[in-house]
């Protein structure tokens, strides 16, 4: 996964705290060990600070993840370093909830807050 892809754009209310939230619910990528195809939703939600991520750009960097052999728990803290060192937000948390494969369903939260 390249974060060069990602784009930002200036926060025209920086002085405002306020979040956004962003859902992908077409996520997929691949199991590394078994090769099948996994399918998940992806949900950012961050208090930006100077930066806002462009969508476009950030649906890209979701497709580079199509065809890799990454699990659950990587993926997640993966995008949440990528889009913090991109954005520098105020706090910014990332929610994938994985579609039930042998009956079971994952899901994998991760936060971070620039005031820690």
């Known amino acids: 996964m390249r ?6 754009f200036d926060n025209t209310y920086p002085d405002r705290e306020y979040t956004i939230e962003i859902v992908n619910p077409e996520f997929t990528s691949v199991c590394p060990i078994t090769g099948l195809p996994d399918f998940g939703t992806i949900t950012i939600r961050y208090v930006p600070d100077k930066s806002c991520i462009e969508l476009k750009s950030l649906k890209y960097y979701f ?36 579609k039930a494969r042998g009956g079971i369903t994952e899901t994998v939260t991760v936060h971070y807050s620039a005031s820690l």
């Open 3 to 8: 974060k060069e892809i990602l784009e930002i």
């Open 63 to 98: 497709l580079e993840f199509r065809n890799t052999g990454i699990f659950y728990e990587n993926i997640t803290n993966r995008i949440l370093d990528d889009l913090v060192s991109c954005l520098q937000p105020r706090s910014l948390s990332v929610i994938t909830e994985w």
